[in-house]
């Protein structure tokens, strides 16, 4: 059982983990995991993810899941959230999409413009749908 | 696949292509030729960017470049910028896109604008799994407050004062529910949270339980607290095995920590939660069929009173809310009843979780103040109807709500005025219509989704809603009369009134709302048998129009039942009473010679 001081303690400890903040020290690698995300392939994606940070060795990056980020057309959907840096979202994701985001981004800190969500006037560009016959 | 090193996107809408994206696209395909690069950059059509005015668009990847009202003539001059020297040709960028072209994070990004996250607070920011992470944004730090610096009354008093109404459709005040309950004397008390969320269309309560279990786990506590109860119970419908299996981690990892269980935090307070799973069946949603089936019983509505307050659960007093309701109680206590009441408007304080759909462009989970107008949910957040239709009704409330027509799309949502307008807020299922959808067809859809719910313990809703129903499909299949008409909303307003739950009591209101605002399409239905939106097939016909058809049989090859008879180069009709209405033809005529109408 934890005392109230205990909970205090992870509320501290944690808190650098999860933040969205600037001054965190781990590189946070979330992908949307509610029944959406689920249902528009973002399993494979997180496991894509996870096997690219362990076959690269990273060790100050956390690959987390989460819930319902509200844009259930853009799914799957990662956030890339690197310390001292603004949160980058990338839509529509595959496993290879993935693997460049943690080689690239992550890795090498080059933000993948290709897969960032693009808006003009509020509204989302590269949710095109491809029509060519 | 191929590797492309640049991606192209023109615009093939309706919108574009008539103002010429086609032949933009065939220039560029052959500029990109010119200069022989058309192995490394590939051009896509795509469907409508939703910026038709600003058309002929034209976008450019990795970069997204975009490039408006593109004319043909600029075309060579945009290959040989952008494509061979790398070099966005500023001239054509539309303006607003130059600065902020992009967005790194979401929360900057219109669609979030306008809402503000109190019960979806931790959702898309937290791992659901990790009670650690939950703790970290203070999570379980209501659950604390209350038990080391409140008293009952005190929690019960917050509650009240906050103006927070139940989420999951009737908008009765919580705590009002949770102090009458806190009254009754027993020896056990209840606390229940109703996650069968059985609207169709409808995923709030699944997100919330998927993204953020503990909080409701936190909230029921804080509730077991207020009430006198120790046991709660979570009744999730069976077909949401994430949010099962989330809620089965999140109980599991709060006993761990001693945050479920007995005594506490070391205060003595002793709260467990059980899960049941519920069949799926829409009825058990309602409070007392809800109930009647964690008994074990089969899930029947039972007349109130007795209310739940009184003899709830095994006969003991029990608080039953929704999950958003519970998702919202963490936060109201440790930030007070002030500031919740300072979000929304007087009379519905707080924020409401919806879930778009239909036709509209962003279909997803919003959260916004309550009064918040329909207008600013459906055209600034939901980025309007695509493909420059046309609105026509929304539907709030699910199965027991109505449609809401254009004239009112300035009203500020709040648990009255959808009231007032013949719909209601129902659990948050939100559905946008344009002129497509049929008004009549959408009226049965509900109809047929009540009757077949209904669980036949009273006449009204069994016999009558079958009534209904028939009557519906008498008319969008051309074969209703005025009177027809009369005697569905005499139905109607009589299942209303004497219905024992409030699924029947309910279930015109579909019926009812589209009634009154549409009453033109229902009698063009049954006077004109014509369904103005093209969607009742039985009033449909296709035909030929002679002047445009070049007789070139394609047609008749392409209909499944023969319907189409004619001869090359002289002359096809088509058979009506053959025909199915399959769209065949339509689809196959290479000149458009076939209308519907
Ligand atoms: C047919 C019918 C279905 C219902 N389905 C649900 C449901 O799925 N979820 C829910 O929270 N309330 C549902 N309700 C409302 C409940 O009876 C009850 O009012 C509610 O759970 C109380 O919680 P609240 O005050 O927090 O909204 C339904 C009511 C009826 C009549
Ligand atoms: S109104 Fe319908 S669902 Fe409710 S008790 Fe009567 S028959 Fe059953
Ligand atoms: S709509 Fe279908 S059934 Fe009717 S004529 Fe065309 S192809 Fe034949
Ligand atoms: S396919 Fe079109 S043009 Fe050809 S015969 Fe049929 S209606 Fe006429
Ligand atoms: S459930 Fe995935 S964004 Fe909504
Ligand atoms: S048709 Fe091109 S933006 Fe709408």
Not at chain 2, 56 to 84: N, T
Not at chain 2, 187 to 214: T, W
Request: aromatic content about 6%; glycine content about 10%; overall charge neutral.
């Amino acid at each position: 059982m934890k005392t109230i001081k205990e909970l205090e303690e992870i509320r501290k400890k944690t808190l650098d983990v999860v933040n969205q903040r600037k001054d965190r020290t781990t590189t946070r690698i979330v992908v949307g995991m509610a029944t959406c995300g689920i249902a528009a392939g973002a399993r494979p994606v997180l496991l894509a993810i996870m096997d690219e940070v362990s076959k690269l060795g990273l060790s100050d990056v956390i690959v987390a899941q989460t819930g319902c980020i509200g844009l259930c057309r853009l799914e799957p959907i990662v956030e890339v959230i690197k310390p001292g840096e603004e949160k980058v979202t990338y839509i529509k994701m595959t496993p290879e999409k993935a693997r460049r985001i943690v080689k690239e981004h992550v890795v090498e800190g080059k933000v993948v413009d290709e897969y960032v969500m693009h808006v003009v006037d509020g509204k989302v560009l590269n949710d095109y749908s491809v029509q060519n016959d | 696949m191929a590797f492309y090193r640049s991606q192209v996107l023109v615009c093939g809408g309706t919108g574009c292509t008539s103002s010429e994206s086609m032949v933009i696209l065939e220039n560029l395909k052959n500029e990109i030729k010119k200069h022989g690069i058309e192995n490394e950059i590939e051009v896509v059509r795509t469907g409508c960017f939703g910026l038709c005015e600003l058309g002929p668009i034209v976008i450019v990847y990795p970069e997204g470049a975009f490039y408006s009202k593109v004319k043909p003539e600029d075309l060579p001059e945009l290959v040989e910028e952008h494509l061979v020297k790398g070099r966005i040709l500023k001239r054509l960028v539309y303006h607003e896109a130059m600065e902020d072209d992009r967005i790194k994070s979401l929360n900057n990004f219109g669609f979030y604008k306008k809402q503000y996250r109190v019960a979806l607070r931790n959702c898309g920011v937290i791992d659901p799994e990790n009670i650690d992470e939950y703790i970290a944004f203070d999570g379980y730090k209501a659950l604390e407050k209350v038990l080391t610096e409140m008293t009952p009354e005190e929690v019960v008093k917050v509650v009240k004062e906050s103006g927070l109404r139940g989420r999951g459709g009737g908008g009765f005040p919580t705590g009002l529910k949770w102090e009458l309950t806190a009254k009754e004397k027993a020896d056990q008390k209840y606390i229940i949270c109703n996650a069968d969320e059985g609207d169709p269309g409808a995923f709030m309560d699944r997100s919330v339980l998927e993204g953020d279990p503990h909080s409701v786990l936190e909230a029921m506590a804080i509730g077991g607290y207020a009430i006198g109860a120790s046991k709660g119970f979570i009744y999730v419908r069976a077909e949401y095995p994430i949010a099962v299996q989330r809620l089965e981690v999140a109980i599991k990892q709060a006993r761990e920590y001693g945050l479920l269980g007995d005594d506490i935090l070391g205060t003595g307070f002793s709260f467990d939660i059980e899960l049941r799973l519920g069949s799926g069946a829409f009825v058990c949603g309602e409070e007392t069929a809800l109930m009647q089936s964690i008994e074990g019983r089969r899930g029947m509505p039972v007349p109130k009173p007795p209310f739940p307050a009184q003899s709830g659960l095994w006969k003991k007093p029990t608080v039953i809310n929704n999950v958003e309701t519970y998702a919202n109680i963490p936060a109201i206590i440790l930030n007070g009843s002030q500031w919740f009441r300072s979000i929304g408007t007087e009379k519905s304080s707080g924020t409401k979780v919806f879930a778009l759909g239909g036709k509209i462009t962003n279909t997803g989970l919003v959260e916004i103040p309550m009064g918040t107008t329909l207008r600013e949910i459906i055209f600034e957040i939901g980025g309007g109807i695509p493909k420059g239709k046309k609105f026509k009704a929304v539907q709030t409330g699910g199965p027991s709500g109505g449609c809401i027509a254009a004239q009112h799309l300035d009203t500020p949502i709040e648990y009255d005025t959808l009231i007032a307008l013949g719909s209601m807020m129902g659990s948050g299922g939100m559905i946008v219509m344009d002129e497509d959808n049929c008004m009549v067809d959408v009226a049965r859809f509900f109809l047929d989704f009540t009757r077949d719910e209904s669980c036949g313990k009273c006449t009204p809703c069994r016999i009558g809603t079958k009534r209904m129903l028939e009557i519906l499909e008498k008319i969008t299949q051309g074969k209703g009369t005025l009177e027809d008409i009369d005697k569905l909303e005499e139905l109607a307003k009589e299942i209303k009134a004497s219905a024992l739950c409030g699924l029947g009591q309910t279930a015109p209101n579909p019926v009812l709302s589209t009634l009154k605002y549409f009453r033109d399409e229902y009698i063009a239905h049954v006077v004109d048998k014509k369904c103005p939106a093209g969607v009742c097939k039985a009033l449909m016909r296709y035909t030929i129009v002679d002047n445009v058809c070049k007789k070139c049989g394609i047609c008749a090859k392409a209909c499944p039942v023969g319907a189409i008879t004619g001869k090359v180069k002289e002359h096809f009709e088509i058979n009506q009473d053959k025909c199915v209405k399959c769209g065949a033809c339509m689809e196959k005529c290479p000149f458009k010679a076939i209308i519907k109408k």
